[in-house]
C-alpha cells in the first residue's frame, strides 16, 4: 500500500464501489490511511478527492473528524479547479460520511459555488442544495451565492421534472432563503403543469414550503393538486397526509376534505402510532375540522375572523407528522447515489 499515491488509490477505490465490490476492513483502513498521507503531496490532483470520497460513500465508510478535516483541507486549497458538478458532489460526500464542513471551508466553496453557478444543471444543483440543506447550517448562506442562486433556479424552471420543483422550493425555504412575489409567480406557473403528476413525497414538500413561505397558490395548483392527492391517498404515510393537511389549512387553500382528514387517522393506527401519538393526530383532525366549520359559517356571513386564522397559522402538525422528510427513505437516496455516480 505505501507504493501507491494518491491517484492511483482513488481510481482503484472508485473502480471497486462501480463495481459494487467492497474490500476487507483491513483493505479499506490501510488506503484511507494511506490516501490521507500522499494526499499532501502534489501529484493529487482535483478530480482524486471527489473519486476517493465517493467510493468511500459507497463503502458506507465512517471516517474520523481529524481525517475528515485533512480531507477538506486539501480539497480548499485546490477548490477552484472543480466543475460545478464535482462541487455539489463534494458537499455530499461531506455529508454523507457525517461531517459538517468547517467555517472556512463553507466559505471557499460557497465563492467557488457562487462563480460556477453558470454552469450548474438542474440536478447538480439540487444535490448540492439538498446536501446543504441536511447539513443544518448555523449561519444562512452568503448573500453573493443567494442572489446567483435564485436567478439560477427560475431559468431551471421549465426544465425541472415534478419531483424536482418541489425539491428545488424545499431546498430554498430549508436553508432559509426568501424569494420575491415575482419568484415565486414565475415557479407557480411551471408548477401548475406538473402538480397533477406529483408523488406524495413531492406534494408534501411543495405544500410545506408554500405554507412556510406563506404563499397562497393559485386556484389552478389548488383544484390540480386537491385532484392528485384525493386521487393518490392510499400511496400517503401518515407523516405526508399530515403535512399536506396542515399546509392547506394554513394557507387557506379552502376547506379539508373530510376523506383526507379520516385516511390520515386510519394511516397512524395502520402504522403503530403510540397511544399519546393517536390522540394527538385526533385534536389535529378536530382543530382541522373546527375550522373548515367556522370558514364555512364566516364565507356565508361575508367575513373570515383573523384571530380564527392567525390561531391555525401558528399551530404545527403533531410532532410525528413533522417527519416527512424522512420519509423519503431509499428512494430519494438511490436518486442522489445515481446522480453523482455519473462520472
Given at each position: 500500500?505505501?507504493?501507491?499515491?494518491?491517484?492511483?488509490?482513488?481510481s482503484t477505490?472508485?473502480?471497486?464501489?462501480?463495481?459494487?465490490?467492497?474490500?476487507?476492513?483491513?483493505?479499506?483502513?490501510?488506503?484511507?490511511?494511506?490516501?490521507?498521507?500522499?494526499?499532501?503531496?502534489a501529484?493529487?490532483?482535483?478530480?482524486?478527492?471527489?473519486?476517493f470520497?465517493w467510493?468511500?460513500?459507497?463503502?458506507?465508510?465512517?471516517?474520523?473528524?481529524n481525517?475528515?478535516?485533512?480531507?477538506?483541507?486539501?480539497?480548499?486549497?485546490?477548490?477552484?479547479?472543480?466543475?460545478?458538478?464535482?462541487?455539489?458532489?463534494?458537499?455530499?460526500?461531506?455529508?454523507?460520511l457525517?461531517?459538517?464542513?468547517d467555517?472556512?471551508?463553507?466559505?471557499?466553496?460557497?465563492?467557488?459555488?457562487?462563480?460556477?453557478?453558470?454552469?450548474?444543471?438542474?440536478?447538480?444543483?439540487?444535490?448540492?442544495?439538498?446536501?446543504?440543506?441536511?447539513?443544518?447550517?448555523?449561519?444562512?448562506?452568503?448573500?453573493?451565492?443567494?442572489?446567483?442562486?435564485l436567478?439560477?433556479l427560475?431559468?431551471?424552471?421549465?426544465?425541472?421534472?415534478?419531483?424536482?420543483?418541489?425539491?428545488?422550493?424545499?431546498?430554498?425555504?430549508?436553508?432559509?432563503?426568501?424569494?420575491?412575489?415575482?419568484w415565486?409567480d414565475?415557479?407557480?406557473?411551471?408548477?401548475e403543469?406538473?402538480?397533477?403528476?406529483?408523488?406524495?413525497?413531492?406534494?408534501?414538500?411543495?405544500?410545506?414550503?408554500?405554507a412556510?413561505?406563506?404563499?397562497?397558490?393559485?386556484?389552478?395548483?389548488?383544484?390540480?393538486?386537491?385532484?392528485?392527492?384525493?386521487?393518490?391517498?392510499?400511496?400517503?404515510t401518515?407523516?405526508?397526509?399530515?403535512?399536506?393537511?396542515?399546509?392547506?389549512?394554513?394557507?387557506?387553500?379552502?376547506?379539508?376534505?373530510e376523506?383526507?382528514?379520516?385516511?390520515?387517522?386510519?394511516?397512524?393506527?395502520?402504522?403503530?402510532?403510540?397511544?399519546?401519538?393517536?390522540?394527538?393526530?385526533?385534536?389535529?383532525?378536530?382543530?382541522?375540522?373546527?375550522?373548515?366549520?367556522?370558514?364555512?359559517?364566516?364565507?356565508?356571513?361575508?367575513w373570515?375572523?383573523?384571530?380564527?386564522?392567525?390561531?391555525?397559522?401558528?399551530?404545527?402538525?403533531p410532532?410525528?407528522?413533522?417527519?416527512?422528510?424522512?420519509?423519503?427513505?431509499?428512494?430519494?437516496?438511490?436518486?442522489?447515489?445515481?446522480?453523482?455516480?455519473?462520472?
Amino acid at each position: 500500500m505505501r507504493s501507491y499515491g494518491a491517484q492511483e488509490l482513488a481510481s482503484t477505490a472508485f473502480g471497486l464501489a462501480k463495481l459494487g465490490h467492497t474490500p476487507s476492513e483491513a483493505w479499506l483502513d490501510a488506503a484511507h490511511r494511506r490516501f490521507r498521507d500522499a494526499a499532501t503531496v502534489a501529484g493529487a490532483n482535483a478530480p482524486t478527492f471527489v473519486k476517493f470520497g465517493w467510493a468511500l460513500v459507497q463503502f458506507k465508510m465512517n471516517p474520523s473528524f481529524n481525517w475528515m478535516l485533512a480531507f477538506c483541507s486539501e480539497v480548499r486549497q485546490r477548490i477552484d479547479m472543480y466543475t460545478a458538478r464535482e462541487l455539489a458532489t463534494l458537499i455530499w460526500i461531506c455529508i454523507r460520511l457525517k461531517h459538517v464542513p468547517d467555517p472556512l471551508f463553507l466559505e471557499v466553496w460557497f465563492k467557488a459555488a457562487t462563480r460556477r453557478m453558470p454552469t450548474f444543471n438542474p440536478p447538480s444543483l439540487l444535490l448540492a442544495l439538498q446536501s446543504l440543506a441536511a447539513a443544518e447550517l448555523r449561519t444562512p448562506a452568503p448573500a453573493t451565492f443567494m442572489r446567483a442562486l435564485l436567478p439560477k433556479l427560475r431559468e431551471m424552471f421549465m426544465d425541472m421534472s415534478g419531483p424536482e420543483l418541489a425539491e428545488a422550493l424545499w431546498c430554498v425555504v430549508s436553508l432559509r432563503l426568501k424569494p420575491d412575489e415575482q419568484w415565486m409567480d414565475d415557479y407557480m406557473a411551471a408548477c401548475e403543469g406538473v402538480v397533477s403528476s406529483l408523488p406524495p413525497q413531492s406534494m408534501a414538500d411543495c405544500a410545506w414550503s408554500l405554507a412556510r413561505l406563506r404563499y397562497q397558490p393559485s386556484e389552478m395548483w389548488e383544484e390540480a393538486a386537491a385532484v392528485q392527492v384525493s386521487r393518490t391517498l392510499g400511496a400517503y404515510t401518515a407523516a405526508q397526509l399530515g403535512v399536506v393537511v396542515w399546509a392547506w389549512g394554513s394557507v387557506e387553500l379552502g376547506p379539508v376534505p373530510e376523506a383526507w382528514r379520516s385516511a390520515l387517522l386510519d394511516k397512524a393506527r395502520a402504522e403503530g402510532f403510540a397511544e399519546s401519538e393517536i390522540k394527538d393526530v385526533q385534536r389535529f383532525v378536530l382543530g382541522m375540522a373546527e375550522h373548515n366549520s367556522v370558514e364555512g359559517r364566516n364565507e356565508d356571513a361575508g367575513w373570515k375572523p383573523q384571530q380564527q386564522q392567525m390561531k391555525l397559522q401558528q399551530a404545527e402538525p403533531p410532532s410525528r407528522l413533522q417527519q416527512h422528510k424522512q420519509q423519503q427513505g431509499v428512494q430519494q437516496k438511490r436518486r442522489r447515489n445515481m446522480e453523482v455516480s455519473r462520472f
